[in-house]
Each structure stands twice: as structure tokens, then as C-alpha cells.
């Protein structure tokens, strides 16, 4: 299988802007890519690394690169329970940024996960995004399961 950078790059840029359309950012591509990358890390985060390894399987390249980008594989999961704990983790990826793309608003933030999560389903399996889904804490997996049917 030969990599094919400049179709990678291509697939990314219109993966981004589409994005950037769902979650009501108009062309702030910039601010889009911030976000998505930090709900990414932070889901990496709170799920086993079998369960990112199985993920990412079903991810095209650009998506797995963004996955992996700084990816420490941990031994203790972070202590998070509830979903302001989750968007806290996501704005600790997000760094400074956050403050103009989060606007502190937990129901913004809320907002961009699940719009997150329902966008990931033309590339993640049912099954996988059950299997996500049953790896977090029982106050997150409504985060996944309210977005399994879309």
C-alpha cells in the first residue's frame, strides 16, 4: 500500500471544513481543528489504549494522526466521573485557547462534544462506538449513547 500524502492532506481539509460546519464555525478552520483535537486527546485519555487502538483502525489517516499526535500511553486514567470534569480535561488540551473557543460556557462545550461524537459516526462503527461507549465512566456514556442512532 503506497501512502498517498497529498490525498491524506486533501481528505483532511475537507474533513476539517466540513466539520467546522457542523459545530457553526463557519470557515474558522483553525478553531475547529483546537477543538477537535482536544475532545480527541481527552477521549483518548479516559478510554483503555486497546479500545484507542481498535478506534483508530476505523479512522482515515489525517483523523489517526491528529488521534496520536503526543499520545503518552498512561498507567492511571484521570479521576473523572462527570461531564464538567470530561470539558475540563478537553479545555487542558485546548491550552489558552480555550478561553475563545470553549467562550466558558459548559452548554458551548457540551455542544461541540456532541457534535463531535455524532460527526464521527460516518467513519466509527456502532459497535465500536458502543464498545467506546461501555469503557467510560457511567455519568460519560451518555456523551456517546444519546448520539449511537445518528
Known amino acids: 500500500m503506497a501512502l498517498n500524502f ?3 492532506a ?8 466540513e466539520y467546522a460546519k457542523q459545530m457553526n464555525l463557519g470557515t474558522d478552520t483553525d478553531k475547529a481543528g483546537r477543538i477537535f483535537i482536544a475532545i480527541m486527546h481527552a477521549l483518548r485519555d479516559m478510554i483503555p489504549p486497546e479500545e484507542s487502538l481498535q478506534l483508530i483502525a476505523q479512522l482515515p489517516m489525517f483523523i489517526k494522526g491528529a488521534y496520536v499526535h503526543g499520545w503518552k500511553l498512561k498507567k492511571k486514567k484521570p479521576k473523572i466521573k462527570h461531564m464538567a470534569g470530561f470539558i475540563d480535561l478537553v479545555r487542558q488540551y485546548d491550552g489558552p485557547a480555550a478561553v475563545n473557543d470553549f467562550e466558558y460556557s459548559e452548554e458551548v462545550a457540551e455542544r461541540y462534544i456532541d457534535t463531535t461524537f455524532i460527526y464521527l459516526r460516518k467513519y466509527i462503527s456502532l459497535g465500536e462506538m458502543e464498545d467506546i ?16 442512532m445518528f
Open 133 to 148: 461507549r461501555d469503557a467510560l465512566p457511567k455519568d460519560l456514556k451518555s456523551m456517546i449513547y444519546s448520539n449511537l
Open 6 to 8: 497529498n490525498q491524506y
Open 10 to 17: 486533501t481528505e483532511g481539509n475537507t474533513f476539517i471544513k
